[in-house]
């Protein structure tokens, strides 16, 4: 075996507060320079209040979450502004997310339907109890009054 083939280890442990299930003290950071390219005005239709989607110059699909080409017929998509009330399509509380969302935990995301519209879209629903969530629920878009041009930028309540 060649030595220059292991992985440099610490002395480094993990800190343990439970067996079972294991539950791990876990810290993870990182600065990313990222370009939104061809998804950019979806960016800035949220600073603008704005949630911006899809559509297909081809078949006329619509699409929440905003796509170059349309994925039925590969025609090329225009923007269009979506409405900002929909339904609950489903829903999922989380008991565990990323550092962002520590503070909010437990939470709840939703998958939107909106009227006219063919496919989901992925986002929060706040100030809602996990028990006041049905399927159905009529819900609006809020937006972040600082714009930080991020997906969590835009966030739905009960409408």
Not at 102 to 110: S, V
């Amino acid at each position: 075996m060649d030595p220059r083939a292991k992985l440099p280890e610490s002395e480094e442990g993990t800190v343990l507060f439970n067996t079972d299930p294991i539950v791990i003290k876990d810290h993870y950071e990182i600065d990313y320079r990222h370009s939104y390219a061809q998804d950019s005005p979806f960016f800035a239709g949220l600073a603008r209040g704005k949630l911006m989607g899809s559509h297909c110059q081809g078949c006329g699909r619509r699409y929440a979450t905003p796509r170059g080409h349309c994925m039925e017929c590969g025609s090329a998509t225009t923007w269009c502004e979506l409405p900002h009330e929909g339904r609950v399509h489903t829903y999922t509380t989380c008991y565990y997310g990323s550092e962002s969302f520590l503070k909010e935990t437990p939470y709840t995301l939703i998958l939107v339907e909106f009227t006219g519209v063919d496919t989901l879209f992925l986002s929060r629903l706040v100030g809602a109890a996990p028990e006041e969530v049905s399927i159905g629920l009529k819900v609006r878009a809020r937006f972040l009054r600082n714009c930080k041009f991020k997906v969590t930028d835009v966030y739905f309540v009960s409408a």
